[in-house]
């Protein structure tokens, strides 16, 4: 079989998600004829029709490659942004990804640094969703990322697979459940979190653990959603959490800190909320700086 053409794999995807060739053209800036030809070459050289053309939608194969498409087209992307940064020279630019529970007073400290050693330079600082950050840094969409999670103290985690990417721990802290003040637990010192499957949680994946991550950490069933969050605003997430709309985990210091909120530490399982530092190849410059110093302060 031949080489898929990474533009017309592109087209394809494209023509599939707005079920239009000539939404897609008009997205991608061809005309309808180019992206007709470039979904027609595609299918002669997979052998396989790929679209319905009315109503436009995938067959049965082009549903398969689109299950392929998308991790294909990020590694190709991947890899361009990889070579660009090894044959690029020196960048001024600083395009920092984050979760929003990775970004802390280290940061804080490091990007001052950062900013006195390039005074030219402006940060920028793209608070994100932990899953879409990987890709990010490998296309280069930003330069390097904060991403926070809940992990056993030995593992690293549970990343995708999106390149040659390298991930170093930057902090690790103890985890808490966050329970509104006056709820039954509170003033205990420790809980299993075995113990709380049946309790009410608030599933924001945005931002903590998932239901299913809580569920495969405590080896048991359980872990319901009360209220479904979806944003990375750590204020409304609290502010539900002191209301009793349903408990979660944070990092210890975090719900501390948080008015309304109760703590109490997870017991059993051993776990700890981590920080990573990840990133490709970076050439001298602010953002190959700034990994310095965070994997520095954290050693």
Sequence with gaps: MPPVDPQQLRTFVTVARLAS???????????????????ASLEADLGAAL??????????????????AAPLLVRWEAARADVARLAGASSARL?????????GAGLGRALGEVRRAYPRTEPVL??????????????????????????????????PEVGPLATVAVDEQPVAVALPQGHPLAGRTGVALADLSAARWLDAPDLTPTTARL???AGTDGFRAATRYRGTDLHGLLSLVATGHGLTLLPEAVAAAAPGIARVPIAAPRLVHRVELVCGSLPEGPAALLARL????AS
């Excluded at 965070?294 to 302060?297: M, Q």
Aim: charged share 20%; no cysteine.
């Design 51 to 68: 679209l319905l053309r009315r109503p436009v939608g995938p067959t049965a194969a082009g549903r398969r490659l689109l299950e392929h």
């Design 294 to 297: 965070l994997t520095t302060e």
């Design 95 to 103: 395009v920092l990804g984050a979760t929003p529970l990775a970004v």
């Design 215 to 217: 569920r495969a950490a």
């Design 126 to 159: 793209r608070v994100l969703a932990q899953d879409v950050l990987p890709a990010q840094v490998a296309t280069g969409e930003v330069d390097l990322a904060l991403i926070d999670g809940l992990a056993a103290p030995s593992d690293p985690l549970p990343l």
């Design 21 to 39: 060739f000539s939404e897609a053209a008009r997205e991608l800036g061809y005309t309808q004829s180019a992206v007709s030809q470039q979904i």
